[in-house]
């Protein structure tokens, strides 16, 4: 089974607040005390933090459940419920995390360190301190926690590398990539050796380096999904500097240009800003018959094809990547485009003046399930209810001026609700008075 897992979906739970307490200060020598019931703490949130170690998914493959600890309840005395921990999830950099539902992105990790809620964790809940007034003194109100945020996640790895290895299958991907640096992909004779994208870092002196990741093989209709397809286009997108190689000795009996050519139509089809990023191109196999023929031709085809599209020839480095042959200018050459270069992105970023108008979520909405029957549901009603102490007949008398408030007595009337009616919310009954 391959280690190397670029997708993944996962549910995050936040921790639901603390219970408040309904309590009273019944020290010696202070008959009038009063409340003294502390508040819950907060829920712990689900935070997805980038750790550079990581290079897959892997980890999410049979852990897709994150539940974050609840808030402490609040106790007597007036103490406060402790605040849970947060939960912290490692990511490799390179995580796209979307609400999966939707696709809306919630967080795009990049940088070593860097952390995004996907998950809040609830507020704790108000004890009866907070509710004294002077025409309510000892109140018997309290609030249960909030209730955490409960979101499916769908995860998605795009992998980070400064320079990008592409070309066909077999062309010596691989085997450049073994000798520049410490990776061990594996290497052989055969198409589609590749399967996953490999990383390596190429060390030239003690402050330059940077990271090359080897794409699997590319073929003529990539980007529509053929071959190993669109599933490793989308790896291409954030490297800086694309090594576009290719087999100058035609080892499986294909032209050198018409490789050249359909690898970087597949490109222009993904996203046409992909043929604007900086590129080398590698004429590998030069220590085999028919290369040095070949390259001779291919050197004219293509400055006819840059010619017709009025742009300037990228550099060619004839090189043998078996024999380390010319390997050496190649990476001195690629270090300076990389640190010269500035990264491209496939997407312009949004103003950051955008104004957004938030929607107004609907309170509640009524059904009516049988004769004398009904079903009050929605977020807004069903958070507030998860709120109400039941325990405290003050609470459930405060959630009933709440639900008056948002119009659901009116609504219920207007629909047709009698007097005596059962109404049913979340797991409670409760009977419809006129």
């Known amino acids: 089974m391959s280690t190397f897992l670029d997708r993944a979906q996962v549910t995050a739970i936040a921790g639901k607040g603390g219970d408040g307490m309904v309590a009273f200060n019944r020290e010696k020598y202070r008959p009038d005390g009063g409340p003294a019931g502390g508040d819950g703490g907060n829920g712990g949130n689900v935070i997805f933090r980038v750790d550079e ?69 609830g507020r704790g809940g108000r004890g009866n301190i907070k509710f004294a007034t002077h025409k309510n003194p000892a109140p018997s109100i309290a609030e249960n926690g909030e209730p955490g945020q409960e979101v499916e996640l769908a995860l998605e790895l795009k992998v980070l590398a400064d320079v990008g290895l592409i070309g066909y299958p077999s062309v010596g991907k691989s085997t450049l990539l073994s000798v520049i640096s410490n990776a061990k992909p594996k290497v052989a004779d055969y198409q589609f050796t590749t399967l996953v994208p490999n990383l390596g870092v190429v060390h030239l002196a003690l402050d330059q380096e940077f990271v090359v990741a080897d794409m699997p093989g590319l073929i003529e209709g990539a980007s529509q999904g053929v071959g190993l397809g669109i599933d490793f286009l989308r790896h291409i997108e954030r490297t800086k ?36 990023r900086p590129m080398i191109i590698v004429a590998n196999k030069v220590d085999l018959p028919q ?11 293509l400055t006819a094809y840059y010619q017709d599209q009025d742009q300037a020839v990228p550099p060619i480095f004839a090189i043998s990547a078996w024999q380390q042959a010319g390997v050496k200018d190649l990476l001195q050459a690629t270090y300076q485009l990389v640190q010269e270069s500035e990264f491209i992105p496939l997407e312009e970023a949004e103003a950051s003046h ?56 009116q609504t219920l009337r207007e629909a047709g609700a009698k007097d005596g009616d059962t109404i049913l919310l979340m797991d409670f009954q409760f009977e419809f008075v006129d």
């Open 241 to 276: 500097v694309l090594l576009h190689v290719v087999d100058m000795a035609g080892v499986h009996g294909r032209d050198p240009f018409d490789d050249f050519k359909s690898i970087m139509e597949e490109l222009g089809r993904y996203h046409a800003k992909l043929l604007l």
């Open 354 to 409: 955008q104004v957004y108008q938030l929607e107004e979520e609907a309170g509640f909405q009524v059904e009516q399930l049988e004769e004398g029957l009904w079903e009050l549901s929605g977020p807004k009603i069903e958070k507030l209810f998860a709120m109400t102490n039941t325990a405290h007949d003050e609470s459930l008398q405060r959630f009933a001026r709440q639900v008056r408030a948002m119009g659901v007595d």
């Open 53 to 121: 170690g990581l290079r897959t998914l892997m980890d999410f493959r049979y852990n897709r459940h994150f539940k974050a600890k609840g808030g402490e309840n609040g106790m007597s005395k007036s103490k406060y419920g402790a605040n849970a921990e947060d939960l912290i999830v490692k990511v490799p950099p390179g995580t796209l995390v979307r609400e999966a539902k939707t696709q809306r992105i919630i967080a795009d990790l990049v940088d070593h360190g860097q952390e995004a809620i996907v998950a809040k964790g």
């Open 291 to 301: 290369a040095e023929a070949n390259l001779a031709t291919f050197k004219d085809q």
